[in-house]
């Protein structure tokens, strides 16, 4: 009875699951392992190229997905995307706010100072964190209000509780993603139902794209000064891959964490634990 019920909470085949930014390196990990779980899948991603790679992985085992190109802080562009995704799949039910990032031009170093950072830099990290978190909260987030049912799932980051040096503006608006996956949980579950749930992940140190190259030396993969101090303060002492992600994110999307929201749980291998001494 108890393996019957732990099976069916983890069967999405009934769901229409979104997530923006799918075709980054975590977010179309978790796009793949979600549909496998039987949900159908629309990829949406600036880069339309990237978001078919991921739709292709999925097609290959079986699996059903739509590749959608959208801007995230384009509304316009979002309901283009929402249109396209309800015609394909119907009702969308979920969201995962996954497009998100930092700018090297906000980022202050040995050649840029704090007082001297762009402001349309700092503009940028905070629109495609903050605005790029609520606008398809609007967009999606409409249709489960009227359905009153849904999930929301918001990407946040260590950085939130802890902020780090050199990304002031990637820090700050990571504080504003977790104080709005807050915010959100209390207003949807009382202004329409309490079976709409909100909550964000806080990922620790993962190597993507963006960072790679910040904590590894591209020449040798030696780690970089920061690296090392990023591994010497987390105790399970490595980087975080895609794959330890998943656990977290199937039991916020499943009715496994039906009495969960307004949460933001760190994936961080014990580095928001340690005081460093």
């Known amino acids: 009875m108890i393996s019957e019920m732990v099976s069916k909470f983890y069967d999405f085949s ?10 980054g390196v975590l977010c179309s990990e978790m796009a793949v392992a979600i549909a496998a779980c039987g ?7 600036r880069d339309l190229a990237l978001a078919q790679k991921v739709v292709d992985r999925i097609m290959k085992s079986g699996g059903s997905a739509v590749a959608v190109q959208a801007d995230v802080l384009i509304p316009e562009r979002l309901e283009e995307a929402r249109k396209q ?20 031009k906000a980022t202050t170093g040995a ?25 398809p909260s609007q967009v999606f987030g409409r249709a489960m209000a009227e359905h009153r049912r849904g999930v929301i799932l918001n990407v946040s ?24 996956t ?26 993507t794209e963006q960072n790679r190259f910040l904590l590894t030396e591209q020449a040798t993969g030696a780690l ?22 998943l656990g977290t994110v199937l039991w916020l999307l499943s009715p496994a964490a039906a009495f969960v929201t307004g949460t933001v749980i ?12």
Do not use: C
Request: proline share 6%; aromatic share 10%; glycine share 10%.
């Open 266 to 277: 760190p994936v961080d291998g014990g580095f928001s634990a340690y005081s460093g001494v």
């Open 14 to 23: 009934d769901r229409t699951m979104v997530i923006t930014g799918g075709g």
């Open 182 to 207: 807050q915010w959100l949980a209390v207003h949807m579950a009382q202004e329409y139902s309490p079976d709409i749930r909100v909550n964000a992940l806080a990922p620790g140190f993962f190597l």
């Open 111 to 135: 050649t840029q100072s704090f007082f001297a950072l762009p402001p349309e830099a700092l503009r940028f990290v905070f629109d495609l964190n903050i605005v790029g978190a609520i606008l």
């Open 157 to 180: 980051s260590m950085n939130a509780f802890r902020p780090l040096t050199r990304i002031a503006a990637y820090s700050a608006a990571k504080a504003g993603v977790s104080n709005f």
């Open 39 to 45: 949900a159908r899948m629309a990829v949406l991603d």
């Open 224 to 245: 970089t000064d920061r690296g090392k101090k990023i591994i010497d303060h987390t105790p399970m002492a490595r980087f975080g891959t895609p794959q330890d992600l």
């Open 85 to 104: 995704i309800t015609d394909a799949f119907g009702h969308v039910d979920t969201l995962i706010n996954g497009a998100g990032g930092n700018n090297p």
